[in-house]
């Protein structure tokens, strides 16, 4: 195949995968994927947010001072698994009924992320809350909401603190809520890190 050809073959390509991209709905905050997507969809948004992302450990005053009309989008630490982000897509669906819990842990909408933030600073626990909070910082792989005290921790702490007095959870209903909404990147992350807050 001659060099010109080659070139419009991949600008073809490029755009079946920027097409499949556009398809996919942006989800707000009353929505969820409640239906799975082809993995031709999935493969278009892995590498649109693998690559194009906005996201790092930046704190909670960053999201707060974002417009509504943004998303955070990305991983936060290292790079994304296509395998790993199919697996918790999937596996967000089964909590597509409640839709403070966001369905795409790379993809997040800056209304819902400053919702959950808001949570986090208002939501007090019981002690027997608390101990459910503290069972879920226990079981979780990332040794609580987020590797890093980051916005992320902040969204998916209050995440965990609606949903134990909302909904009832137990601190193994919130760690698995946290193990699928893993932003940080990669197969698996190594638990406990501290990054500092930026």
Known sequence: MTLPRLIAAGALACAAVI???ASLPYLTPGQ??????SSSQISAKFIELSTRGNSACFGQTT?????DSERLTGSCCGPMSLHRYEE???????????PEV??????IPVPLAKKLIGYNNSIKLSAEQQREYDEA??????GGPCCCKC??????EGLAKFLITQHGFTGKQVAEVWDLSDGCGGEEHAPGLA???V
Request: aromatic share 14%.
């Open 195 to 197: 990054h500092s807050n």
């Open 137 to 142: 910082m226990r079981m979780s792989h990332e």
């Open 63 to 67: 999201v707060m001072a974002k417009p």
């Open 32 to 37: 969820q994927h409640s239906s799975p997507v």
């Open 19 to 21: 097409v499949a991209w």
């Open 151 to 156: 916005w992320r921790w902040d969204v998916y």
């Open 88 to 98: 918790q897509v999937a596996g967000l669906r089964k909590y597509a009924g409640i």
């Open 102 to 107: 966001p369905a795409d842990p790379y993809d």
